[in-house]
C-alpha cells in the first residue's frame, strides 16, 4: 500500500502528478505576476486616472449585481423577507450604478472615495470587534482597526483622498507581481523535480 502524506491526505504519488499538473502551467502565473507589476506601475504614474476607471469598474459591478439580485429574488423556494431584502438591494445597486454611470468623472471618484470609506469604517469596527476575541495578537488586531477606522475617517471628510489609496494599491500590486514572477519559476521547479522524482 502506498504511503499517505498526513497533511494533505493523498499519496505521495498523488502529489507528485498534481505538482506537476500545476508545473505544466507555471506560465500562466508568470503572465499574472507581468500583469499585476504593468497595472501596479499604471496606477501609481496615474493615480487620478487610475481612480476614475475604478469608479467606472464599481458603477458596472453596482448595476450587474443589482440585476442580479433581482433575478435571484424571483427564485423559488425564497422566504419572504429574504426576496425583500434581495429586492430592495437589488433596486438600491442597479439605481446607484445608473446614477454613477451618469455623474462626471470628478463626482465618479468622490463617490467611490465615499464608498471606500465606509468600507475601510466597516473593516476597522469588524477587526476591532473580532480581535477583542483572540487569544493572541490582539494588540495588532486592535492597531489594524484602529488605522481602518481613521483611514474612513479620512475619505469620508475628503473622498479625493482615495487617490492615495489607489498609490498604495499600486505599489502593493507591484510587489505582488514581483512575487507572483518568482513563485512561477518556483513551481515550474518544483514540477520538474516531481516529474523526474
Known amino acids: 500500500m502506498a504511503s499517505v502524506d498526513p497533511l494533505t491526505g493523498l499519496t505521495y504519488d498523488e502529489e507528485r ?8 502551467n507555471w506560465w500562466v502565473l ?3 505576476g507581468i500583469v499585476s507589476i504593468i497595472i501596479g506601475i499604471a496606477m501609481i504614474a496615474r493615480p487620478a486616472g487610475s481612480t476614475w476607471v475604478l469608479a467606472i469598474l464599481l458603477a458596472i459591478y453596482l448595476v450587474v449585481s443589482g440585476i442580479v439580485s433581482l433575478v435571484r429574488a424571483f427564485s423559488h423556494g425564497l422566504p419572504g423577507g429574504y426576496r425583500a431584502l434581495l429586492i430592495i438591494s437589488g433596486i438600491i445597486g442597479l439605481l446607484l450604478g445608473l446614477l454613477m454611470l451618469r455623474f462626471a468623472p470628478e463626482e465618479k471618484i468622490e463617490i467611490l472615495g465615499i464608498f471606500v470609506g ?5 473593516s476597522g469596527v469588524m477587526q476591532l470587534v473580532s480581535s477583542s476575541s483572540l487569544p493572541e495578537g490582539k494588540g495588532w488586531g486592535i492597531f489594524s482597526g484602529i488605522v481602518y477606522l481613521l483611514a474612513g475617517v479620512v475619505l469620508l471628510i475628503n473622498p479625493w483622498a482615495v487617490e492615495v489609496f489607489v498609490w498604495i494599491v499600486g505599489i502593493w500590486l507591484v510587489v505582488l507581481g514581483i512575487f507572483e514572477i518568482i513563485s512561477s519559476f518556483q513551481v515550474k521547479s518544483a514540477a520538474k523535480k516531481a516529474m523526474a522524482a
Open 17 to 24: 502528478a498534481t505538482v506537476a499538473a500545476i508545473g505544466r
Open 30 to 32: 508568470l503572465l499574472l
Open 118 to 122: 465606509v468600507w475601510f469604517l466597516f
